[in-house]
């Protein structure tokens, strides 16, 4: 070979390898990946290659062959051309395992700042792709959620030293750009958050797809059209249903506790059937009087955390500075709940980047300018469909001067003097968030909302904002 060939090889070979290197756990590249097969393929049907996906993932076990069918299976065809690389990445960001360190593979980084596990996604979404009658999915739950929370809940129970959630953690990037190690948060449950969000969206995604009449072209256009919506001015308000940031609300309408206990005790009826090993443990020690109440507790802890709760972006993705000096703890409950709008940034976020880089300007601003420990809210609600965590639950913010220890400060990113924020936006505050604080004791059942300007002379959170929250439930004048 000429020198000049051997460079030519060379530097191919590494420009290949670098590619792969750019390929990064975000699902916008596993889309590019999916796109890539659809096209070298000749644009198969999205069934085809989720199960082409999965197979060169090696998804595959008994409990998965009961409800999908096996390897062998006539019903779909399977003759996809995968190349090794693409192979390689499908697998590394779909097979799913936590390792001895804390990091949890198998998940990756969507478009909103949610991070999903992968493979109860694809089963969802193939679950739903292979029902042949409108309404009736095989395996929809089991194969999404209801295999992992049931187990779950059974080894929380059962555990000698069991996480502090039957659900959960959630977890932060190495990185939020090019992120491609995730870091559990807390001790690993066999439900840790990017599981059960995961399995939600597959869930959302497998019972879409089950109406014939709402069958994509594409699975690269499936995902695409849930994960990457873009916001228009009208904003959430005027959004379709299906996409993520309406994830919570979506599966609300979708599924209920009745039908969860139900899903839950037929999943573990047949895992056990299909698992001899499992069964033994369970059985042994387990009688049924006690499994319907490690059921019923561990769903509610699922309920509340994953359906009243809203989601709050940890500190972590939206690339918080560290608290300065030491914080002063909240004695809990609390009886206020103080409304702001932050006037500056003026424009609304319509995504997860632009509510991300809000927070660390006000972050910035409160700290350097103010000479601040810290942003000074509890919470933040961004107009992409997530509230933001501040200070949080536990730590005293800096927001309402003189009220600071008696509520939590939670400000929408604009300016609220002539219009509101969307309405979705403010129930995830006035119903969500407020749902979610009295059931966990942070706030107390009968608490007040105040807005800034009743307390401390400014105009904050705005005229139109503020004669909102006059209509809210909890909204009181302040008592002399
Ligand atoms: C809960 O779901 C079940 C099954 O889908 C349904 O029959 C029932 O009416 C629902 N209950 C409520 C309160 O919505
Ligand atoms: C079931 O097991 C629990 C403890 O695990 C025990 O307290 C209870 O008496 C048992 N019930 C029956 C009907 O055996
Ligand atoms: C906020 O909105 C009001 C009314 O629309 C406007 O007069 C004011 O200049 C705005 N302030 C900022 C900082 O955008």
């Known amino acids: ?100 360190l804390g990091v949890e593979e198998g998940v990756v980084l969507t478009a909103d700042g949610t991070t999903v596990a992968l493979a109860p996604l694809l089963l969802g979404i193939e679950a739903g792709l292979r029902s042949t009658s409108l309404g009736r999915v095989r395996g929809l739950y089991p194969l999404t959620l209801t295999k992992n929370l049931g187990q779950s809940f059974f080894q929380h129970a059962q555990s000698k030293r069991p996480a502090s959630s039957p659900v959960g953690p959630g977890g ?14 807390g001790v690993a449950s066999l439900a840790t958050e990017a599981l059960i969000t995961g399995g939600m969206d597959g869930v959302i995604l497998g019972s879409h797809v089950a109406e014939h009449s709402s069958r994509p072209l594409r699975l690269s256009g499936l995902l695409k059209q849930y994960y990457n919506h873009q916001l228009s001015r009208e904003g959430l308000d005027a959004a379709p249903a299906l ?7 979506r599966f609300r309408k979708l ?30 020690k387990v009688n049924r009087t006690k499994m319907e109440q490690i059921v019923n507790e561990g769903l509610k802890e699922f309920v509340h955390s994953y359906m009243d709760c809203p989601a709050i972006v940890p500190r972590c993705m939206w690339e918080a500075e560290p608290y300065r000096g030491s914080p002063t703890l909240l004695s809990l409950p609390l009886a206020f709940l103080f409304i702001h709008h932050t006037y ?13 880089r809000d927070m660390r300007a006000m972050q910035r601003f409160h700290q350097e300018d103010r000479g601040w420990d810290d942003i000074g809210y509890s919470f933040v609600a961004g107009s992409d469909g997530y ?23 939670v400000s929408f990113i604009g300016n609220y003097t002539s219009s ?23 706030l107390v059942s009968d608490f007040t909302v105040h807005g800034h300007r ?22 009181e004048e302040v008592k002399q």
């Open 454 to 475: 009743q307390l401390v002379s400014t105009s904050c959170p705005g005229d139109a904002l503020y004669s909102e929250i006059k209509g809210w439930k909890h909204f």
């Open 344 to 356: 500056e940034p003026s424009q609304p976020c319509l995504t997860f980047q632009q509510c991300a």
């Open 420 to 442: 509101i924020p969307p309405q979705r936006i403010m129930d995830l505050v006035r119903l969500q968030l407020t749902k979610c604080a009295t059931d966990e004791g942070n």
């Open 243 to 249: 996409i993520s940031p309406l994830r919570r609300s």
């Open 172 to 185: 932060c990037w190495d990185s939020v750009m090019t992120p491609r190690v995730f870091t559990l948060s």
């Open 1 to 100: 070979m000429d020198l000049h060939l051997t460079w030519m090889v060379f530097l191919l070979l590494i420009t290949r390898s670098l590619m792969d290197d750019i390929k990064t756990h975000h699902m916008d590249d596993f889309i590019k990946v999916v796109e890539t097969i659809e096209l070298e393929n000749h644009a198969p049907n999205p069934l085809v290659v989720v199960r082409a996906l999965r197979e060169a993932a090696g998804v595959d076990t008994p409990f998965i062959q009961y409800y999908l069918g096996s390897r062998s299976d006539a019903t779909v065809p399977h003759h996809l051309v995968i190349k090794p690389a693409d192979a390689g990445y499908i697998t590394k960001v779909t097979k799913h395992r936590v390792t001895v």
């Open 255 to 284: 599924a209920n506790l009745t039908l969860l206990k139900r899903q839950i005790r037929r999943t573990v009826a047949t895992y056990q059937s299909l698992d001899k090993d499992w069964n033994k443990e369970v059985e042994q």
């Open 387 to 409: 509230l933001y965590e501040g200070r949080g639950w536990h730590w005293q913010g800096a927001h309402t001067k003189g009220h600071n220890s008696k509520g939590y400060g």
